[in-house]
């Protein structure tokens, strides 16, 4: 399908946050331009890929079951359902990113559990160990990427995988009890989990944290890729404080300090993180690199 959107897209900023490292078995941007992205759909899984021509058209293709699916959602995660209505940047370097940056939007790919996955497996560990967790599982538990996907892209696990892995394979992939019991609770519910994206908004969050093991970080992390969600901001990140508090005021934050420097952006206080986030901002590093643990040799 070719797809003309009545408003400028970064995909590389747009799509940027599902993907989890270069090495991402679900996602794959091309030298060629091509970006590749794998999900399941209520039909099934499916495989999208899609290419940016210079005149602002875009091509979408799809492959398996799912691909119908896929592309009727390819508006919705492209930022067709962002608003960014009543947004006012309140510091000058949002209002920098903003500027630099009309093509940022806040894509939704409306599928809960595919993202749900990553999120849990990010909570607490360093991004190595979260990201080589998630490529094993997708490798052992994810189906092949239908089509002519580049090789050894997969499809992130059903809930029906998820359920199946016995405690060694957790074990071999580096994920601790907490984090298996709690994507074992998600899966078990999961089709109930789908409607968060339907419900949206701080509802559809607090439908996520009735599962054990998810909490308000989890929560944000999902509803910021699964339906865009504006205002979701991730307390409790090890990172995002840090970021913004530089960013803004010249000195690192806690969860508290962040609320309150963020407070006149709501409702859409995590576009604001957003913005930050894809103009660069990083957390400064003033000593060692948080140590990695390797919970197979546990």
């Known amino acids: 399908m070719r797809y003309r959107p009545p408003f ?3 995909l590389g900023a747009v799509l940027g946050p599902l993907r989890r490292g270069k090495a991402d078995p679900c996602f794959r941007a091309e030298e060629s331009g091509v970006t590749w992205l794998t999900g399941n759909t209520p039909d099934g899984p499916g495989t999208l890929a899609f290419r940016r021509f210079a005149d602002g058209e875009i091509e979408a293709q799809a492959w398996g079951p799912g691909a119908d699916r896929m592309l009727a959602d390819v508006p919705a995660l492209l930022g067709a359902e962002d608003d960014d209505s009543g ?3 309140h510091h000058d370097p949002v ?3 903003r500027r630099d940056m009309p093509g940022l939007r806040l894509g939704a790919t409306g599928r809960v559990f595919d993202v749900l996955i990553p999120a849990v497996l990010e909570q607490k560990v360093t991004g190595y160990e979260a990201r080589r967790s998630w490529r094993e599982l997708c490798r052992w538990y994810g189906e092949p990427a239908p089509g002519p996907a580049p090789a050894g892209m997969r499809v992130p696990p059903t809930p029906r995988a998820i359920m199946s892995i016995v405690d060694w394979k957790w074990h071999k992939a580096g994920v601790d009890l907490a984090r298996r019991r709690a994507l074992v609770f998600a899966a078990q519910v999961a089709h ?3 409607r968060a994206a339907e419900l949206r908004g701080a509802e559809g969050r607090a439908l996520l944290r009735k599962v054990p093991g998810i909490g308000v970080w989890t929560a944000a992390e999902v509803a910021q890729r699964a339906w865009g969600d504006a205002d979701a901001v991730s307390f ?6 840090t970021v913004v508090g530089y960013a803004l005021l010249g000195e690192p934050l806690d969860d508290e300090g962040l609320a309150e420097v963020l407070a006149p952006y709501a409702p859409q206080r995590q576009r604001a993180v957003r913005y930050l986030e894809a103009a660069g901002f990083t957390r400064p590093r003033f000593g060692p690199r948080y140590a990695i643990r390797d919970y197979r040799a546990m």
Request: no cysteine; net charge negative.
């Open 87 to 89: 947004f006012v940047a």
């Open 95 to 97: 209002a920098r990113a």
């Open 192 to 194: 109930r989990l789908e």
């Open 236 to 241: 409790g990140d090890f990172h995002i404080p």
């Open 8 to 10: 400028t897209v970064d």
